[in-house]
């Protein structure tokens, strides 16, 4: 089965470019209206590449949008992860503080205990010798 070079060109650009070529009866015609006709179909193709290059504009400032979009909701997650970081950060800090204090605390507690038992000690001794 031998398909011409003509026809495969006819098929495919038909196919691609959704444009029915003229099938070749135009013997017949004189030059002007076969350069008309010419004209025609190129005025059809022209028309075709223009719708295609039109969808082509219109997807690619769609994904134009997309980006910037994703670019904004990229930049916003930083923001919130440096927040949430500097939250830690400052959560850790309060933490170690509050550790510290307790056991300041606890030291001047047991400081305390520690002078009241030598106080009580030598007021015993104090009463006791007298």
Do not use: G, W
């Not at 003509?6 to 029915?20: A, N, Q, S």
């Not at 209206?33 to 022209?46: A, G, H, N, Q």
């Not at 290059?53 to 916003?76: A, D, G, I, V, Y």
């Amino acid at each position: 089965m031998t398909v011409s070079l003509e026809e495969y060109y006819r098929t495919t650009f038909e196919d691609k470019l959704l444009v029915k070529m003229p099938e070749r009866e135009d013997d017949h015609l004189t030059p002007a209206t076969r350069l008309l006709e010419k004209r025609r179909e190129m005025s059809e193709v022209e028309q075709a590449l223009s719708a295609q290059k039109e969808e082509f504009q219109m997807k690619m400032e769609s994904l134009q949008q997309r980006r910037e979009e994703l670019e904004r909701k990229e930049f916003q997650l930083k923001e919130s992860l440096l927040k949430f970081d500097k939250f830690l950060k400052e959560n850790d800090s309060k933490r170690a503080r509050a550790i510290k204090k307790a056991k300041d605390e606890k030291d001047a507690a047991r400081q305390k205990d520690n002078d009241i038992d030598k106080y009580v000690l030598i007021h015993l001794i104090m009463t006791h010798c007298n």
